[in-house]
T-cell receptor, first 113, second 117 residues
Framework: GDSVTQMEGPVTLSEEAFLTINCTYT??????LFWYVQYPGEGLQLLLK?????DKGSNKGFEATYRKETTSFHLEKGSVQVSDSAVYFC????????????FGKGTKLSVKP | GAVVSQHPSWVICKSGTSVKIECRSL??????MFWYRQFPKQSLMLMAT?????????EQGVEKDKFLINHASLTLSTLTVTSAHPEDSSFYIC?????????????FGPGTRLTVL
């Protein structure tokens, strides 16, 4: 079945460091891909998405490109801040269906000043 | 933005007892609510989808008699774990959407940590 694999955490970086969180997926069709972020004590929030191959999603300095050839959707940010400390979830979904998000395990990011 | 709350944020109970978890949409009417479960070091897994006023739709492998879901109003859904056992210890997360929409408008609660002794 469909699945999402993301890199094990936790990831600890210094402020202004470059961030990459790897995400690969297995899908029988052509899903939409998402990154969600969960800040401490809060619910998951949609960070960015891409709905088709070669699309780039971006938000708050984060970017991810839908790579069909490598079945990947890696999350990147050029310069992280302490406020980026959170848990990041990669997910896929087949457009049009309610919910039915398939999540990765989550990667905890800690950014030190 | 839209806010979804869960209560309690954590609960500890004895084996064999039942536990109710509430999920509320605070500033919008949620026609659909979802319940997820996350075991340690595992992915969030969808348990069930509920539409206001109708029976929940459970994912394969989820016991509907054990995990009772009630979505009696447009702002409240409850998940009751009946006769809880230690293997039910998990992180339960709800989400809500104001319409028949995709994940762009799915708003998540902060989760409830259940520990069954």
């Amino acid at each position: 079945g469909d699945s999402v694999t993301q890199m094990e955490g936790p990831v600890t970086l210094s402020e202004e460091a470059f961030l990459t969180i790897n995400c690969t997926y297995t899908a029988t069709g052509y899903p939409s891909l998402f990154w969600y972020v969960q800040y401490p004590g809060e619910g998951l929030q949609l960070l960015l998405k891409a709905t088709k191959a070669d699309d780039k999603g971006s938000n708050k300095g984060f970017e991810a490109t839908y790579r069909k050839e490598t079945t990947s959707f890696h999350l990147e940010k050029g310069s992280v801040q302490v406020s980026d400390s959170a848990v990041y979830f990669c997910a896929l979904n087949y457009g049009g269906s309610q919910g039915n998000l398939i999540f990765g395990k989550g990667t905890k990011l800690s950014v030190k000043p | 933005g839209a806010v979804v709350s869960q209560h309690p944020s954590w609960v500890i109970c004895k084996s064999g007892t039942s536990v109710k978890i509430e999920c509320r949409s605070l500033d919008f009417q949620a026609t659909t609510m979802f319940w997820y479960r996350q075991f340690p070091k595992q992915s969030l897994m969808l348990m069930a989808t509920s539409n206001e006023g109708s029976k929940a739709t459970y994912e394969q492998g989820v016991e509907k008699d054990k995990f009772l879901i009630n979505h009696a109003s447009l702002t409240l859904s409850t998940l009751t774990v009946t006769s809880a056992h230690p293997e039910d210890s998990s992180f339960y997360i709800c989400s809500a959407t104001p319409g028949l929409a995709g994940p762009d408008t799915q708003y998540f609660g902060p989760g409830t940590r259940l520990t069954v002794l």
